[in-house]
């Protein structure tokens, strides 16, 4: 792997890893007062929902949380199409809600699928939800802040059974009867500290309220062992599943074909991404047989522009690169872009040159436990 481009709104999510080792590390400590007060403000909160002093609202439907404990990517996207899929497949009637994380539409309630139709843009629904509805047919999917609102206006416009509360962990206002809680064990817990210093939304002893810890990217984890030892320290009767993510599918972004993963063996690619983990993008595509020449590097929900597709396209032609690849995530908004163009801007321009990798869950330890409390709960 050779280049890195990390465009400059990334830079803010590079600085909340640096920890204290770090030259930087210094620059950053009068943060961690504020990290502190985070914290307390945080477990005061937890501790007021806790004991009944805040009131949490419910649904007349099973309610299943996925969520995490850090800002930035965890994979909790796939583990819940994974969810969605498995639920959806035993004849289950299956609801997303998400909140629609930098969502531009200032609609209070907004129906990205009904399960027929998608509707809309990523941009105006979040591309996590939009990712959701397009890799889960079928399946109803609602956006909007107030939550519990969504939900009753899913409910009352879908036969719903059982409704997924996307990135809910931290959403204490809504009950819910399942609470899955995504570790990513490539980079578990960042430098250790609370926002603003860190990334942690929440101190670790908010682990012990999960109903399980779902570990994702084992593959990619230094010390497995620890980061178990990790969390039965914080919660130690909160079972911890093992899973990795899996490539499925190189499928071209904006169009309809889709090849077989080992086609990107032996190739020279240019990997390009707007996630909170760009380096694990980087190791999956290491891991398929992909050589990385160049990776331009996004921040987190990038709202990619014209300007962008011809800077990635001048440094795949710069690179001499077999191939432009890309996430899930990142090509719902790149298509949206690429089927804006006419044939005479695409052809041998963008259209075709850009593929997107397609990664479905992989279970290593929990799967039957996951069955039993989660999809036949």
């Known amino acids: 792997m050779n280049g890195l481009r990390i465009m400059p709104f990334q830079r803010v999510e590079h600085l909340l890893a640096v920890d204290d080792r770090m030259p930087a590390g210094w620059l950053l400590a009068p943060l961690i007062p504020l990290s502190r007060l985070y914290g307390l403000a945080m477990r005061a909160r937890a501790s007021l929902y806790a004991r009944g002093l805040l009131k949490q609202q419910s649904l007349p439907c099973r309610v299943i949380s996925v969520g995490n404990l850090t800002i930035g990517g965890t994979g909790k996207t796939p583990v819940v199409i994974a969810l969605?899929?498995?639920?959806?497949?035993?004849?289950?009637?299956?609801?997303?809600?998400?909140?629609?994380?930098?969502?531009?539409?200032?609609t209070s309630i907004l129906e990205i699928s009904?399960?027929?139709?998608?509707?809309?843009?990523?941009?105006?629904?979040?591309?996590?939800?939009?990712?959701?509805?397009?890799?889960?047919?079928?399946?109803?999917?609602?956006?909007?802040?107030?939550?519990?609102?969504?939900?009753?206006?899913?409910?009352?416009?879908?036969?719903?059974?059982?409704?997924?509360?996307?990135?809910?962990?931290?959403?204490?206002?809504?009950?819910?009867?399942?609470?899955?809680?995504?570790?990513?064990?490539?980079?578990?817990?960042?430098?250790?500290?609370?926002?603003?210093?860190?990334?942690?939304?929440?101190?670790?002893?908010?682990?012990a309220r999960a109903s399980a810890v779902l570990v994702t990217r084992a593959?990619?984890?230094?010390?497995?062992?620890?980061?178990?030892?990790?969390?039965?320290a914080a919660a130690p009767a909160v079972p911890i599943w093992i899973t990795d993510f899996a490539p499925s599918a190189v499928v071209e972004v904006g169009g309809s074909t889709s090849l077989e993963p080992s086609v990107l063996k032996g190739e020279r690619v240019l990997?390009?991404?707007?996630?909170?983990?760009?380096?694990?993008?980087?190791?999956?595509?290491?891991?398929?047989?992909?050589?990385?020449?160049d990776h331009c590097v996004f921040a987190d929900h990038h709202a990619y522009s014209q300007?962008?597709?011809?800077?990635?396209?001048?440094?795949?032609?710069?690179?001499?690169?077999?191939?432009?690849?890309?996430?899930?995530?990142?090509?719902?908004?790149?298509?949206?872009?690429?089927?804006?163009?006419?044939?005479?801007?695409?052809?041998g321009r963008v259209r075709g040159d850009i593929w997107a990798v397609r990664i479905d869950l992989q279970w290593l330890e929990g799967f039957d436990e996951w069955t039993r409390v989660v999809i036949n709960g």
């Open 114 to 207: 009904d399960g027929r139709t998608l509707r809309g843009h990523p941009g105006d629904s979040g591309d996590e939800p939009f990712l959701i509805a397009q890799r889960c047919p079928g399946v109803p999917v609602a956006v909007g802040a107030d939550r519990p609102r969504v939900g009753r206006y899913m409910l009352d416009r879908h036969h719903i059974e059982t409704l997924i509360l996307d990135d809910g962990y931290q959403h204490l206002a809504l009950w819910r009867d399942v609470d899955l809680l995504v570790v990513d064990a490539a980079a578990p817990f960042g430098n250790g500290y609370l926002l603003p210093r860190g990334r942690l939304r929440e101190p670790l002893s908010s682990m």
């Open 271 to 293: 990997a390009v991404s707007g996630i909170g983990n760009p380096e694990s993008f980087r190791w999956l595509l290491a891991a398929v047989g992909a050589t990385v020449v």
């Open 219 to 232: 593959s990619q984890a230094q010390r497995l062992d620890e980061l178990k030892a990790t969390v039965r």
């Open 84 to 106: 969605v899929t498995a639920l959806r497949d035993r004849g289950r009637k299956v609801g997303v809600i998400s909140r629609g994380y930098k969502r531009r539409s200032r």
């Open 307 to 347: 300007d962008d597709l011809g800077r990635i396209r001048r440094s795949a032609a710069q690179a001499g690169v077999d191939r432009i690849v890309t996430t899930e995530k990142d090509a719902v908004k790149l298509a949206q872009l690429i089927q804006t163009l006419s044939p005479s801007e695409g052809e």
